[in-house]
T-cell receptor, first 113, second 109 residues
Framework: DVKVTQSSRYLVKRTGEKVFLECVQDMDHENMFWYRQDPGLGLRLIYFSYDVKMKEKGDIPEGYSVSREKKERFSLILESASTNQTSMYLC????WGIGYEQYFGPGTRLTVT | KNEVEQSPQNLTAQEGEFITINCSYS?????LHWLQQHPGGGIVSLFMLSSGKKKHGRLIATINIQEKHSSLHITASHPRDSAVYIC???????????FGTGTSLTVIP
């Protein structure tokens, strides 16, 4: 069974703080993804990574950065958290290539006050 | 512009009813996924389709590639089926996924 874990289920941070969200997968997947999910907007891709140290911007990368130093770990960084980054953050992983499904982590609900 | 459109957005059904959720997409795809998200956030993959039809228990998923349309059916619905169902497609031109905004299903006992 593929397992994707995220470092926190719930997180409350103050405006301006630097926030780290961590995601770990145990199936040697090449691809890892960070999404945010907001009511009425569905899942939106922030960044994805197809290999160690490789990353590509998704649809909404502004205000975020990522780090992938090891294949199993993909971190999302909010350099200076703002209230409009309050959201549910979901990490996913998949094998490289077409036709492979994504496996999702449980999500981190981040509140920025 | 949404590459993936789902309907309906919200659906309430009586226990035992047959339910259909629809998904239309506008991009070329290598596969279509149906996902289930329960309150609390976790997302589970139900089906991955590239053609035809798949069945798992009371769930059936179909896809028509020519019409760029997929349906998810739930037979003999049960309150535990209450969840958000999300349609997602994987582009055939890269590594990108596109997601619908989800259908919120409530099954009343």
């Amino acid at each position: 069974d593929v397992k994707v874990t995220q470092s926190s289920r719930y997180l409350v941070k103050r405006t301006g703080e630097k926030v780290f969200l961590e995601c770990v997968q145990d199936m040697d997947h090449e691809n890892m993804f960070w999404y945010r999910q907001d009511p009425g907007l569905g899942l939106r891709l922030i960044y994805f990574s197809y290999d160690v140290k490789m990353k590509e911007k998704g649809d909404i990368p502004e205000g975020y950065s990522v780090s992938r130093e090891k294949k199993e770990r993909f971190s999302l960084i909010l350099e200076s958290a703002s209230t409009n980054q309050t959201s549910m953050y979901l990490c996913a992983s998949s094998l490289w290539g077409i036709g492979y499904e994504q496996y999702f982590g449980p999500g981190t609900r981040l509140t920025v006050t | 512009k949404n590459e993936v459109e789902q309907s309906p957005q919200n659906l309430t059904a009586q226990e035992g009813e047959f339910i259909t959720i629809n998904c239309s997409y506008s991009v070329g795809i290598s596969a279509l996924h149906w996902l289930q998200q329960h309150p609390g956030g976790g997302i589970v993959s139900l089906f991955m389709l590239s053609s035809g039809k798949k069945k798992h228990g009371r769930l059936i998923a179909t896809i028509n590639i020519q019409e760029k349309h997929s349906s998810l059916h739930i037979t003999a619905s049960h309150p535990r089926d209450s969840a958000v169902y999300i349609c997602a497609v994987r582009s055939n031109t890269g590594n990108q996924f596109y997601f619908g905004t989800g259908t919120s299903l409530t099954v009343i006992p």
